[in-house]
């Protein structure tokens, strides 16, 4: 039987989670600053993937048939949630497939001319299927073809960071039963605040979008792990791995070489990341009887170095070119009254928190959680508020472990506690059980499968468009000063656009 480390499950996590930022730096970036820091890359991941840091290694057995289950598992999810042109697409793909569309055809750095400025997103998770798509274009002439073939990339490539998060949680808890690791599966696919509730009884305004529950307190929303991966699987899956890397490994010596790999990616749910290694840290320097030992060793170890002095400032400059991404900052009184933030607290977290508190209360992760969905919640930096809905899917995907755990080991001494968190679960369940009928319900309704959503086909016009709604979305993508930008004077690749843009 197959026997699967965990340094070697960390190793495989650490390079899914680099690639993206490796392509990124060999294609955005000018010569001399992408043979610089792809150096220092190599050498903060070498030195990463070479060190155990769990000294004695820990391995679990598991038999192949449940790798196998882990991976179908894993292309189910994906395929619901509209990954890889297949299936029903949620209407946040109209922006995905648009991005995915102009990383295959344009060349790198993706330059708009007809907005007069480079492309600025989030746009890691879809560099390697798109260079996959880029390659296949050599042999393949046909546009429509290329972009089929990049998406069936797309979806191996999500498919496989979803299994790797399930990976990571058999690990963690040392399952090696199959009916164990099914079940944890499942409850974290249908893991979720208890939305139903508030949809039903509370919902302040109607919902934007038909057979979708989670905008009943309008402005604030902790998103279910099915509707994070339904709506931003770019952000969720690498936001998921690092957070239980994060968790498992605690190797503070790794904590600044994880954060430039998950910002990239996931710039909101970083912010959330880096919010509990602060949190961890602190309590480690606390606990610790040798503190110059922990400072020299620990924080400025050399892959703490070159994540936090070198990858990380680049990857802010590349971000903070987008001038317009932060429309203005509220105080939560301005858009929602106390006891309605209060019930949402209740609903999304503290029903669960009050059932875990007894046993995990002196877990500085547990704590953590609650304060930081307590903090999120207060302020609003968007019209849609994306930081509060994205920033908070690190706690939510740590209070889904702790509840996990308490499943597993608290089980026969607390019957009376488990029949309460299994009701929760269950009505938390509805929704994500809602982003699984909305595909079935439209395609069952069209009679086919592939309902994508595909209108915008590029974002290189002067107005960007949002469908149905007729906003204007330019700030989203765009660098509008990108002439007296740091990253684009002295760090991008100097195209023609940039050497002779039309300003």
């Not at 302040?204 to 309008?218: D, I, K, N, V």
């Not at 970083?270 to 320097?285: E, N």
């Amino acid at each position: 039987m197959p026997c699967l480390s965990q340094h070697r499950l960390y190793q495989i996590t650490y390079i899914y989670l680099a690639l993206p930022l490796l392509i990124f730096m060999l294609s955005w970036l000018n010569y001399p600053s992408a043979a610089v820091l792809t150096v220092l890359f190599a050498i903060g991941l070498y030195k990463i993937c070479s060190t155990n840091q769990l000294g004695d290694d820990i391995s679990w057995n598991l038999a192949p048939r449940l790798y196998l289950t882990i991976l179908i598992f894993a292309a189910i999810w994906c395929f619901f949630a509209g990954i890889g042109y297949f299936y029903y697409q949620s209407w946040d793909y109209h922006f995905r497939n648009a991005i995915f569309h102009d990383l295959i055809e344009y060349p790198w750095p993706v330059w708009y001319d007809k907005a007069d400025t480079p492309l600025v997103y989030y746009i890691g998770f879809w560099l390697f299927p798109a260079l996959f798509a880029k390659f296949s274009s050599f042999f393949i002439s046909d546009v429509e073809t290329v972009f089929l073939i990049g998406n069936v990339c797309l979806y191996f490539y999500a498919t496989f960071g979803v299994a790797l998060i399930f990976m990571h949680l058999a690990a963690l808890f040392r399952l090696t039963s199959g009916k164990k690791i099914c079940a944890i599966i499942l409850i974290f696919i249908f893991f979720s605040g208890l939305d139903i509730i508030g949809y039903l009884f509370f919902q302040r305004t109607g919902q934007p979008f038909a057979y979708h529950l989670e905008w009943w307190s309008t402005y604030i929303q902790y998103s279910s792990f099915s509707t994070c991966l339904f709506w931003v699987f770019n952000q969720f899956i690498p936001a998921a791995l690092g957070t239980l890397l994060m968790y498992s490994e605690r190797s503070i010596k790794n904590f600044g070489f994880i954060l430039p790999l998950v910002f990239f990616l996931a710039p909101y749910p970083g912010v959330g990341i880096a919010c509990f290694m602060i949190i961890y840290g602190i309590y480690q320097f606390w606990l610790t009887t040798d503190k110059s030992r922990f400072i020299t060793q620990d924080i400025f170890s050399l892959s703490n170095l070159i994540g936090i002095l070198a990858l990380l400032p680049l990857v802010a400059l590349y971000f903070i070119t987008n001038s317009n991404g932060i429309d203005r900052i509220w105080f939560f009184s301005d858009f929602i009254s106390f006891p309605q933030l209060v019930l949402f607290w209740v609903l999304e977290f503290l029903l669960y928190s009050l059932i875990l508190i007894k046993f995990y209360h002196k877990d500085v992760f547990f704590i953590g959680t609650i304060v930081f969905l307590v903090l999120i919640s207060l302020f609003r930096f968007d019209q849609q508020n994306n930081f509060c809905t994205r920033a908070s899917i690190p706690a939510i995907i740590i209070l889904a472990i702790f509840i996990l755990d308490f499943l597993l080991n608290h089980l026969r001494e607390n019957k009376f506690l488990v029949c309460f968190l299994c009701l929760f679960l269950f009505l938390g369940a509805f929704t994500p059980a809602m982003e699984f009928y909305r595909g079935i319900h439209y395609t069952l309704e069209a009679k086919h499968l592939n309902l994508v959503k595909d209108d915008l086909k590029t974002l290189n016009k002067a107005i960007v468009v949002m469908p149905d709604f007729g906003w204007r979305a330019n700030h989203q993508f765009t660098a509008q000063h990108y002439d007296t930008d740091f990253f684009w004077r002295y760090f991008a690749k100097r195209s023609h656009y940039l050497q002779n843009g039309s300003r």
